[in-house]
């Protein structure tokens, strides 16, 4: 019993203990790691993966994968793009309206997305990674392959005007963290989600509607995607079709990384946003020691495998398919 | 030729088989018997070695042996036809029946098909099916793959030294009688090439193919019987009978219940292959077991009231409204719980804690606008863990951690805290010690006075008759026969057993 106390409590610490770990380790190697100005680097670079790796955290805490973000985020950044240039193409006008309806938009994808892997029962990875492709097919039909300038001062504030050194867009990001937090913690709705992942069966002899706790997440993961859509955008000042693109790594590897496990039901936020960090001060160390930036992706490869197979119990699981 | 002596076994808080000596001869065909409960599948998975036994000893031909795994024991010639049938469904025929043994037809590192189906033909004959080897296996009948299954098992006979003991869990039950005929007739040709170990629920089966008769009760064999050494009755007899403890069941606590609110009621309800014209009333106050064979309908029923199964034929209405068509989630909104048998699948989540798991049915009582008020949750919780002395650290507890008893309190009072009055517990004393179970029979009492109307499917036929004001014996998915149950005028085992088989 103690032994499996400790390994449990050392899995839940060990993605915080990594990131110290590493923190200390580019620290040493140089010394211009840990500063301000390069934390401001890592959180402006983390602030849309973060957003992306907090909506699939809810999917994977079901027991299900959402592969669509890519498709999302182009399509939802290409859209942000035009709806803002249509109403007037600043935020201090009518532009905001674009903020509003794309996050509709992404809900509503991700809407999409939940019923096809629901109601057609297609197994959600397929379901998903399909509807990801029609997403970043209609971004290239709508830019017709050209790049998308979002030039307003206000908006673009997100990342020039700065607070204790770091850009709005990073308190953005940590707004709706928190409210993922609240979501998850103090809803109905994400206690289901807990409960699906846990136990479907159980869920179901319960009394609750699996059906619509399924869709319902996905449409939760789609709005969280055209948040990271809109910060991407902001970051970048430009939309186009392979805006999104590189976010399936990023998202599930921080996902994972961060401890959430993917069977469902362990996990939550909080790891996603240990995970993002992980992912991001690799990154980002990695230039600042002077490492290609080949090298990054085969170590974050290594760190997934390293992650899943620490978090898993092999003895519990008889066969992985 | 293989023996057992003495055998124990020992799991947490169950004394499984104690002492039982056993023996199986050359060309003979062994019954055993016994409750659900009363030892029989773990002495069978010692004997196929799917278990080590933690005393005693296994004897073949007076050598003793000691089987790590089922592998082991049929490389010793001990084979085992299961229940549930073990064929995997999208392979061939042959390929089932040389699973795992494939290398013999293997050259060059390829395998050659046509020395395996020639080698499985072969296999076939001995159970006098003729079919294609090739054939998928998922396209055979059931009882089709029970002969495969038996051919699978008589493959031991190329590949052992020595002689074979074949056990055989259940075989008849989703056979047709024509079936059972051939198989018996079968099995009784193969003696000269095995012996068998035959389990079965059906009295007049065993009876009929068996030399001798093992009867077990609580974990020993009773009894031995030679074939016509006595009556279906007397070994009936010797199967349940003991002496019940009645305050064990607190039937002093029984009262009699609300006879004129009736909160469910099934009128000729039917579900085609599971049960048929099922007519019952549940009452408040009212503790009504269902009790019958595994398979005869009960659990059936108890689905169909939660709508989980629909029924095709019939009515059913739950607080006089007609629930036609209901899934579980209207079925908890009318105040109907259900506690499953299996506990980890459908009964409590791992990995959330006990206030997460109490609310889990009820979380629109708790939450406004779909904002949970937590700290309400946990009060309840901390409620419920005082009132039923679940012992768990706090609300905060993962329930994955917490014992069998204190995991099936959690159930209860996750029902009973929202405010069910309709509870359907299927073995909710399954695996509990006998302290857990005293608690879960107060529960029940308590409930029971209250008001609650409760359908129960109890672990043995002592507990259904202690703890029930009413029986309904259910056999092949139809009502056999319906007792009252007052204190002190209640039926006997052997009055329902009568009825069950």
Known sequence: ?321 | MYQLKAVDKKFPGVHALKAIDFHVERGEIVGLVGENGAGKSTLMKVIYGAYQPDGGQVLIKGVPVRFANPRQAMEKGIGMVFQEQSLIPNLTVMENIFLGYEQQFVRFGVVDWKAMARAAKAQLAKVKLDIDPGMVTSKLSFAQRQLVELAKVLTLEERVKGDLVILLDEPTSVLSKEEVQLLFKLVRELTTRASFIFVSHRMDEVMDLSDRIYVMKDGAVVDVVARGGATAEAIQHKMVGRNVDKQYYREHLQAPYDASKVLVEMDRVGLPGRIQDISLKLHAGEVLCLVGTEGSGREAILRTIYGMLSATTGQLRIKGEDAAGYSPRHAVAHGVGYVPRERKVEGIVAGMNVYENMTLSQMKNHSRGGVLRVAEERALARDWIKKLSIKAHSEFADCGNLSGGNQQKVVLAKWRSGGSDIMLLDHPTRGLDIGAKEDVYDMIRAMSAAGVGIVLVADTLEEAIGLSHTIIVVKDGRIQKQFACEPGAKPTPYDLLHYMI
């Open chain 1, 1 to 321: 019993m103690t032994r499996r106390l400790s390994r449990e409590t050392l899995i839940k610490w060990a993605p915080l203990l990594v990131l110290l770990a590493l923190v200390i380790f580019f620290t040493a190697l140089n010394p211009t790691f840990f500063s301000l100005r390069n934390f401001a680097r890592i959180a402006i670079a983390s602030a849309p993966a973060l957003m992306v790796a907090v909506g699939v955290t809810f999917i994977i805490v079901m027991g299900s994968i959402d592969l669509s973000m890519e498709g999302t985020i182009s399509l939802t950044a290409v859209a942000f793009a035009f709806i803002f240039a249509q109403f007037g193409g600043s935020l201090g006008g009518m532009g905001w309206i674009a903020i509003p309806l794309v996050l509709v938009l992404g809900g509503a994808i991700g809407l999409l997305n939940g019923i096809v892997h629901v109601k057609l029962r297609i197994p959600s990875f397929m379901a998903s990674l399909a509807m990801g492709f029609v997403g970043t097919g209609a971004a290239i039909l709508l830019t017709g392959g050209d790049i998308v300038k979002v030039s307003d001062a206000a908006f673009r504030g997100l990342l020039t005007v700065r607070w204790l050194g770091f850009p709005l867009m990073v308190y953005i990001a940590a707004f709706f963290l928190f409210v993922a937090w609240f979501i998850q913690t103090h809803t109905t709705l994400g206690r289901n989600f807990y409960a699906v992942g846990g136990g479907e069966d159980l869920a179901h002899a319960s009394g609750l509607n699996v059906t619509r706790v399924r869709v319902t997440g996905f449409a939760l993961a789609g709005v969280f995607y055209a948040i990271a859509a809109i910060l991407v955008v902001a970051r970048i000042g430009q939309a186009e079709s392979v805006t999104g693109s590189n976010f399936m790594f990023v998202s599930i590897t921080s996902v994972v990384v961060g401890g959430v496990a993917l069977w469902g039901g362990i996990g939550g936020v909080w790891n996603a946003l240990v995970g993002v960090l992980i992912v991001g001060v690799i990154d980002n160390g990695m230039v600042v020691i002077g490492l290609p930036d080949f090298v990054q992706d085969g170590v974050l490869g290594l760190l997934v495998i390293v992650a899943v197979v620490l978090s898993t119990d092999r003895k519990m699981v008889s066969f992985v398919k």
